[in-house]
């Protein structure tokens, strides 16, 4: 079965840098896309980051330049770097599989939460 | 970019059928897809392509998308349905994911 287990968050001082990882099974990880998707505390799902299966990536606004999504596909694990950390990306990390070509994320890991904090 | 609106909270009764709304700008022309979120778990694919249904997903459970706003139904409502619903879309002019502001459902 389909599982995305996500790991590395923790408390980070703003300025700061983290890693988060992805890591996948169940599925031939190499052929989908990867999304992720964060949530502030008592707030919505925003959408991060995605990288096809041709490596090609996009990102939202408020992370461009300061995050970066990569993916590792012998090791079947999606990363996202974040830099420049700031207070209001604290959040709930999750990372989820993309379904082409409607673009609906049909699983999702548990989350892994990232506090930007002094 | 593009914007989709969702009402903050539906309540509803037992029983009762349950109507959570997304506007967005000819919403009709794209794909709709939904996902409940009960607290402290990770979203969940509830229907997709605005009215299909992931297995192992109740048929209470269903979807419609028509000009500027879709809506996800849900039938006799139980008290384990009570949980926030998403609305999602993919802004091809943007490559982005956009997901509404979240619905919270009330099971009275």
């Known amino acids: 079965q389909v599982q995305l287990v996500e790991s590395g968050g923790g408390v980070v001082p703003p300025g700061g840098s983290l890693r988060l990882s992805c890591a996948a099974s169940g599925f031939t990880f190499s052929n989908y896309g990867m999304h992720w998707v964060r949530q502030a505390p008592g707030k919505g799902l925003e959408w991060v980051a995605v990288?096809?299966?041709?490596?090609?990536?996009a990102y939202a606004d408020s992370v461009k330049g300061r995050f970066t999504i990569s993916r590792d596909n012998p090791k079947n694990t999606l990363y996202l770097q974040l830099n420049s950390l700031r207070a209001e990306d604290t959040a709930v990390y999750f990372c989820s599989r993309d379904r082409t070509v409607k673009h609906f994320l049909d699983y999702w890991g548990q989350g892994t939460l990232v506090s930007v904090s002094s | 970019s593009y914007v989709l609106t969702q009402p903050p909270s539906v309540s509803v009764a037992p029983g009762q059928t349950a109507r959570i709304t997304c506007g967005g700008n000819n919403i009709g022309t794209k794909s709709v897809h939904w996902y409940q979120q009960k607290a402290s778990q990770a979203p969940v694919l509830v229907v997709y392509?605005?009215?299909d249904r992931p297995s192992g997903i109740p048929e209470r459970f269903s979807g419609s998308n028509s000009g500027n706003t879709a809506t996800l139904t849900i039938s006799r409502v139980e008290a384990g349905d009570e949980a926030d619903y998403y609305c999602q879309v993919w802004d091809s002019s943007s490559d982005h994911v956009i997901f509404g502001g979240g619905t919270k459902l009330t099971v009275l």
């Open positions: 990288i096809w299966n041709d490596g090609n990536k």
């Open positions: 392509d605005d009215s």
